[in-house]
C-alpha cells in the first residue's frame, strides 16, 4: 500500500485552556490550516446540527438520541491539487467516530464524503482517511484517500461514542503536502494579527511577530494555564518562545489598540535507540521478518501510543518518511541496511532518523543440487552434489566426506549438508540425493497396427525410462507412437535422456491377417501378406508347431491355402518366419513382427 508522507498540520492534546480550539456546533467550527496545534477535548454537544435526523452517511443516532454525544467541528480550505487524508489520534481505549463533508455552508452539508462510525473493539489509536500512521493496514476505521483540488471548503465532524474522553489529536497527510508543503491549506480563513496557532518540535525556534505599521508599543502575555500575565521586558515586535502556552500581545497604534492571541505548543523530539545487527537463518519456510519486535528496542522509553516506528530501505526514505516497509517484511537471501525513523504521534514533523541496523538473512541456496541423478548401467561411477560450491560455506555427506561433490559407483540414496556460518551464526540445510540405475534402452516390442489406410507403429522399450523415439531419420519424439508408416523396412531408435546410451534397429511393416478359414464358402479362404514385395527379396516360410515347413511365400506368391502337398490341413495355429535382403546385400531376419496366425474350418 502506498505511503504517503505526513506532513505540517499536527493538531495536539494538550493542558491548556480549550478556548477557541473546539466548537461543538458546525456553525462556529473551528478554522484550522497548516501547522495548526488543536486541543481535542469534547463535552456534551452544542445544537443538534443534523435538525433530528437519525442518520447521516454511516453516522447514527448515539446514546444522547441525537447523532452527536461529544462533538468537535473544525473546517478547513485547501489551496492546491492532490491526495489528502486525515489522522485523528487518540486513546486506544475510548470510541471515537468522524464524518467529512464537502460543504461550505452548515445549513448544506449533504452526506459525508468520508465517514466512520465502527466501534473501537481492536483498541486502535486512529481513525480516518487514507493510511494508519502506525502501519496497521487492517484498521477497519480507515477510509479511502480523497483527491482535493484548491479552493474547496470542508467540515470535519468529530464525536466521542464512549463519553470516556481524554481528547484527540489531528494530523493531515498525502502527497499535496508533499507537492505543497507551505500551502497545501488555505491559512487565510484564520484571521489574527499573530496567524493559525503553532506546533513546533522542541529543538525549533519559534518566532512571534506582531510587526504592525505604526505601531507605537508592544507588551506580551503568557499564559501557562492560570490566565494571562505579561513578560516583563517584552516589549518589541517580536517574541521568541521557549514553551508550551497561549501568548498574547497589545499593539497600541495611534488609532487603535489591537490585541492577539496564539497558541505555541512544542512536540519532543524522539531518540531512537541504538538496534544491534540481526543475523537470522532464512530458508522458504522463514522468509517474513517480523520488524515490529523491534519496535520496543528502536522506542526505547518512549511510549509506544505517543511515538511510532517505521523501517525503510534508504535513508531518503526514512527522512522523508516515505514507503515504509511493511512489519510483515518479506526478505530475501541475503545483508542489507534498515533505516530506522521514530514519529511522534502527535505531531510528524518530529523525527529521528538516525538510527539503521543490518539484517542478514543468512542462508544456503541447494536448490540447485539435484534431487534425483541417474547412473548408467556399465558407468563405473558418478559425480553427485554441488558443482559450484560457495567457498564460504562447508560440506558433510551421510558418507563423512567434506567435499561438495563425491563419487559414487551405483544407486543409492546420500544426504548432503550445506552449512553458512557467520560469527556465532550458523544455518544449514540437507538435501538429499537419490541415485537410480538407468539401464541402456532397449526395444522390447514393436506393435504394428496394419492392414489399415493408415498404418501405427508403437515402439515398446523393455525398460521403463526417460527415453525419446525416432522412425528413420525423422525427429525425436517424446511419443513412442507413429502414424502413417508405409509398409517395408524401417529403422527404430531409442535414444536416453539421461545419456545412457540409444539403440537403432530395423523393422518390417507389412500386413499379415491373425487367421483365415479355407472352408470352400469362398470367404477367406487364403492366408494373405499385404506389402511383402516393399522389402527386398522376401521369403516368408510358414511352419507347424512342430517346425516343419509346409510352405513358402515370396513377392510374386503372396497367399497360402492351407494345403501341403495338396492335402488340407487340420485347424491349428501356425507360425511364420520372414527373411529378406537389407541394405548391405546380407539375408536377415525380420524381428517384431507377429508370427503366427490360425486355421480354421
Known amino acids: ?86 489522522n485523528i489520534g ?5 470510541d471515537w467516530d468522524f464524518a467529512l463533508y464537502l460543504a461550505d455552508d452548515c445549513n448544506t452539508l449533504g452526506d459525508p464524503i468520508r465517514c466512520n462510525f465502527f466501534d473501537n473493539r481492536d483498541q486502535n489509536t486512529f481513525i480516518g482517511i487514507g493510511m494508519d500512521p502506525s502501519g496497521d493496514t487492517a484498521n477497519v476505521q480507515y477510509e479511502d484517500w480523497i483527491q482535493v483540488e484548491p479552493g474547496q471548503d470542508y467540515f470535519l465532524f468529530i464525536n466521542n461514542f464512549s463519553n470516556n474522553n481524554s481528547g484527540f489529536s489531528i494530523q493531515f497527510s498525502g502527497d499535496v503536502f508533499t507537492t505543497n508543503p507551505t500551502d497545501a491549506l488555505d491559512c487565510s480563513i484564520v484571521s489574527n494579527l499573530l496567524g493559525p496557532p503553532i506546533a513546533a518540535c522542541e529543538n525549533e525556534t519559534v518566532i512571534l511577530d506582531a510587526t504592525t505599521p505604526n505601531a507605537s508599543s508592544y507588551a506580551w502575555y503568557e499564559d501557562l494555564g492560570m490566565g494571562f500575565n505579561e513578560i516583563l521586558g517584552a516589549n518589541n515586535a517580536t517574541l521568541q518562545v521557549l514553551q508550551d502556552a497561549f501568548y498574547r500581545v497589545r499593539v497600541i497604534t495611534p488609532t ?153 559407483a551405483g544407486p543409492g540414496s546420500y544426504s548432503l549438508t550445506v552449512t553458512n556460518s557467520h560469527g556465532m551464526a550458523t544455518c544449514s540445510q540437507t538435501q538429499v540425493i537419490n541415485v537410480l540405475e538407468s539401464l541402456s534402452p532397449r526395444i522390447g516390442s514393436v506393435q504394428v497396427n496394419d492392414l489399415q489406410s493408415d498404418n501405427s507403429v508403437t515402439i515398446i522399450p523393455e525398460f521403463d525410462g526417460n527415453y525419446e523415439f525416432r522412425l528413420d531419420d525423422g525427429r525425436f519424439q517424446s511419443s513412442n507412437r507413429f502414424n502413417g508408416v508405409f509398409p517395408g523396412e524401417h529403422t527404430v531408435t531409442i535414444i536416453d535422456l539421461e545419456g545412457c546410451g540409444s539403440i537403432t534397429e530395423p523393422i518390417v511393416v507389412m500386413g499379415f491377417s491373425n487367421h483365415f478359414s479355407p472352408n470352400g464358402d469362398g470367404a477367406n479362404e487364403n492366408w494373405q501378406v499385404e506389402g511383402l514385395s516393399a522389402v527386398n527379396q522376401p521369403i516368408l516360410s510358414i511352419y507347424d508347431r512342430y517346425g516343419k515347413l509346409l510352405a513358402q511365400l515370396n513377392d510374386l506368391n503372396q497367399s497360402w491355402d492351407g494345403l501341403f502337398n495338396g492335402q488340407l490341413l487340420p485347424a491349428s495355429d501356425y507360425w511364420f518366419k520372414l527373411t529378406y535382403v537389407n541394405n548391405t546385400g546380407n539375408r536377415v531376419e525380420a524381428k517384431y513382427i507377429q508370427n503366427h496366425f490360425s486355421l480354421r474350418r
Open 1 to 86: 500500500m502506498r505511503f504517503e508522507c505526513q506532513l505540517l498540520l499536527a493538531f495536539l492534546i494538550l493542558s491548556l485552556p480549550l478556548s477557541g480550539q473546539v466548537s461543538p456546533d458546525c456553525s462556529s467550527a473551528v478554522p484550522i490550516c497548516s501547522n495548526t496545534p488543536v486541543n481535542g477535548g469534547t463535552l456534551s454537544y452544542g445544537v443538534d446540527d443534523f435538525n433530528g435526523a437519525h442518520s447521516s452517511g454511516c453516522l447514527e443516532v448515539s446514546t444522547s438520541g441525537v447523532i452527536e454525544s461529544n462533538s468537535a467541528w473544525y473546517r478547513f480550505r485547501t489551496a492546491a491539487s492532490g491526495q489528502l487524508g486525515i
Open 90 to 94: 487518540h486513546d486506544s481505549s475510548e
Open 256 to 408: 487603535e489598540s489591537i490585541i492577539s492571541d496564539v497558541q505555541v505548543a512544542f512536540n519532543q523530539v524522539p531518540v531512537t535507540q541504538a538496534v544491534q545487527d540481526i543475523i537470522y537463518c532464512f530458508d522458504d519456510s522463514n522468509s517474513i521478518f517480523d520488524l515490529s519486535a523491534i519496535d520496543a528496542t528502536a522506542r526505547g522509553p518512549l511510549a509506544p501510543q505517543e511515538f511510532t516506528v517505521s523501517y525503510h530501505s534508504s535513508q531518503v526514505d526514512a527522512d522523508l518518511g516515505l514507503n515504509p516497509l511493511p512489519k510483515e517484511y518479506q526478505k530475501t537471501l541475503g545483508d542489507e541496511t534498515i533505516f530506522i525513523r521514530t514519529t511522534s504521534v502527535q505531531n510528524p514533523k518530529c523525527y529521528d532518523s538516525f538510527q539503521s541496523f543490518r539484517l542478514n538473512a543468512l542462508g544456503v541456496n541447494i536448490s540447485n543440487i539435484a534431487s534425483e541423478v541417474s547412473i548408467c548401467e556399465n558407468a563405473a561411477s558418478i559425480t553427485i552434489g554441488e558443482e559450484n560450491p560457495n567457498p564460504n560455506f562447508s560440506y558433510e555427506w551421510s558418507t563423512g566426506e567434506l567435499t561438495p561433490t563425491i563419487a559414487v
